[in-house]
């Protein structure tokens, strides 16, 4: 590519991106007059959070660059965290193990990310609401009548669709999960799924899946934002909500529903093991000098090339490791269905030579088929082309991929 290209490319970027910019501004200032205000001082809790101006200004910076945004849109990342609070989230919880919520809660030294999530607009959350019983259904029911079409519905847990959802029950009325997920869904703004179980039913939709267990998308019929993983990291959560308040719009989503800016590339492209993997440097077993030289798990069954998400980058317990530093294959948890499609967890998928490759061949080869699939978007891309869908009924072809909306 000549100079002169170059150079009309990035002048073309450097347009979009400032009118881009000047959108964002003015919603955001819309939107500051319409959100209820907020309960704490954002400010203030970082300071009591220990968070320094310098760390946030550093943490803005971070998820700047995460959300796919170039360093121009710091200043309106720190503006939307202020808003972050303010933004009403009604948190159901279906059929699961809480442990997203508790994944999100548990840390020793919080972080911004943490600190947003603890300052969230909490309007239900059964695990962590005082209220209960019939006073907590009256919570729920004043929440949808006071921000209607508003608020943004957080799911954790599958929906048991058989019985007529009667497998799960909930509250002193004993509407089934099914029931509640149907009124909420269809009265927030947007259905976020956090964790692979409200996003694709995950071990409860597992074969032989006695109680039908789906995902909200596809028990409700509804499109869904899938922030996947057993656990996912809280930043994927916070990212997208940002974005969600930066433009009012959803983030570039996959095929499955997922952000792209988090899930857009697979955890054997970022790996730290990766080089061993190139050069066939393996641990053949458990506790060998491979395995003490931190060489690829491929054989030990790690699921990495198959799977989409950004764990090696974002790490769990306050960004200190994850399970492939930790010395154990990933597992494929962001993935729909892999309890029965990436077992047995510690073997890998099928070492048997097809149509001439390798399953190494074949893993990378379907890695960048995958890729090639994915939406290679901007993230902002969504918010020029807004036009909320989500929560809605899902269109026949909702299977494609497609561009945060259309
Ligand atoms: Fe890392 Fe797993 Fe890929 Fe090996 S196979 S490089 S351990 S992701």
């Not at 399970?323 to 510690?346: K, N, Q, S, V």
Request: aromatic share 8%; glycine share 10%; net charge negative.
């Amino acid at each position: 590519m000549g100079k002169k290209a170059e150079e009309d490319i990035r002048k073309n970027a450097d347009g979009y991106y400032r009118q881009l910019m000047k959108q964002c501004k003015v919603h955001l200032e819309e939107q500051d007059k319409t959100l209820p205000p907020a309960r704490t001082d954002f400010q203030e809790t970082l300071r009591e959070g220990g968070v320094t101006r310098r760390s946030f200004l550093k943490w803005t910076g971070a998820m700047t660059a995460a959300l796919m945004l170039p360093p121009m849109f710091k200043p309106l990342v720190a503006q939307a965290a202020e808003q972050f609070s303010r933004i009403p989230v009604v948190w159901l919880h279906l059929a699961e193990c809480t442990g997203c919520s508790e994944a999100f809660l548990r840390t020793s030294y919080p972080n911004v990310d943490d600190i947003l999530l603890d300052t969230i607009s909490l309007e239900y959350h059964e695990t962590l609401m005082a209220a209960a019983g019939y006073q907590a259904e009256a919570c729920l029911e004043k929440a949808l009548k006071d921000f209607s079409g508003k608020f943004v519905c957080v799911v954790e847990g599958a929906i048991p669709m058989g019985l007529d959802g009667r497998y799960l029950t909930l509250g002193p009325k004993g509407k089934t999960g099914l029931e509640v997920a149907k009124e909420v869904t269809s009265k927030a703004a947007m259905t976020l799924c956090i964790g692979s179980c409200s996003s694709f039913g995950n071990v409860q939709a597992a074969k032989p899946n006695p109680t039908d267990a789906k995902g909200v998308g596809d028990a409700l019929g509804i499109s869904t934002v899938n922030i996947a993983g057993c656990p996912p990291s809280p930043q994927n959560f916070v990212g997208t909500v940002l974005h969600y308040i930066l433009f009012g719009a959803l983030p570039a989503l996959d095929g499955h529903g997922r952000p792209v800016w988090a899930y857009g590339k697979r955890i054997h492209d970022y790996c730290e093991r990766r080089p061993h993997y190139d050069a066939g440097e393996y641990v053949e077993e458990w506790g060998d000098e491979g395995a003490k030289k931190g060489w690829c798990l491929y054989k030990k069954g790690c699921k990495g090339p198959y799977t989409y998400s950004n764990c090696a980058k974002v790490r769990f317990n306050d960004g200190m490791s994850w399970p492939i530093m930790g010395g154990h294959g990933c597992m494929g948890c962001t993935e729909p269905a892999f309890w029965d499609t990436m077992a047995p967890l510690e073997e890998p998928i099928d070492e048997k030579p097809i149509g001439g490759y390798s399953a190494n061949a074949r893993a990378d080869m379907l890695g960048m088929a995958l890729t090639g699939a994915a939406v290679v978007g901007v993230a902002a891309h969504a918010a020029i082309t807004a036009g909320i869908n989500h929560g809605q009924p899902r269109k026949k072809d909702d299977n494609e991929p497609h561009e945060g909306h259309e």
